[in-house]
């Protein structure tokens, strides 16, 4: 267990909303990052972070924004939310002791745009 | 451009014999690859690694053999479990910040 929640698990918004998803994690990683799984393209990373206020994109950025003011949190926003942005969305950390890269996944947010 | 792929979506294994699931990539830089297992309604979750300098790594029931000529990674499951049926990702990246994913591949193994 890497400690890392997120919330909510389940959503169902409408397009042009704004929805944020929170990562929380309780061990003081640096390392954290935003990912979305969709059928077919398996898990692509949307931003990550390493450390307060220092966070940057990846490969599916676009629709997206991220902030982390404290160690624990990570939020990502969807400004406006597309009916493309339909997807289970990951949060994960990684401990820097581990060699590889190794990250460490939380639950999943379950986001539905209608 | 894919850099890792998965190119079978799904396998069917007996349990008791060997789940062979395999990765290709084109990026030669790679310093190491991952695999990691997901059920329903779960996060993914880290199983094995191994660095590009070696071709095989053991853990359990799981080994992962890379072929770096080949650009090819496999992860072999003996003996295969019902409980081992989930999909399986690979990874790969370079540095310390991404890692890239494959499409998966979802294992069912059958009694």
């Known amino acids: 267990d890497a400690g890392i929640t997120q919330s909510p698990r389940h959503k169902v918004t409408e397009t042009g909303t704004p929805v944020t998803l929170r990562c929380h994690q309780t061990e003081n990683h640096r390392y954290m990052y935003w990912y979305r799984q969709d059928p077919g393209h398996g898990l692509r990373l949307i931003h990550y972070s390493y450390g307060v206020k220092d966070t940057d994109k990846g490969e599916v950025s676009d629709g997206y924004s991220v902030s982390r003011s404290k160690t624990e949190d990570f939020l990502l926003t969807l400004e406006s939310a597309t009916s493309s942005q339909t997807s289970v969305y990951f949060c994960?950390?990684?401990?820097?002791?581990?060699?590889?890269?190794?990250?460490?996944f939380g639950p999943g947010t379950r986001l539905t745009v209608l | 451009d894919q850099q890792v792929k998965q190119n079978s979506p799904s396998l069917s294994v007996q349990e008791g014999r060997i789940s062979i699931l395999n990765c290709d990539y084109t990026?030669?830089?790679?310093?190491?690859f991952l695999w990691y297992k997901k059920y329903p309604a779960e996060g993914p979750t880290f199983l094995i690694s191994?660095?590009?300098?070696?071709d095989k790594n053991e853990d359990g029931r799981f080994t992962v053999f890379l072929n770096k000529s080949a650009k090819h990674l496999s992860l072999h499951i003996v003996p295969s479990q019902p409980g081992d049926s989930a999909v399986y990702f690979c990874a790969a990246g370079m540095g310390t910040d991404k890692l890239i994913f494959g499409t998966g591949t979802r294992l069912q193994v059958f009694p």
């Open positions: 994960a950390i990684r401990p820097t002791a581990r060699s590889y890269n190794e990250q460490f």
């Open positions: 191994i660095s590009s300098i070696k």
């Open positions: 990026n030669s830089m790679f310093d190491y």
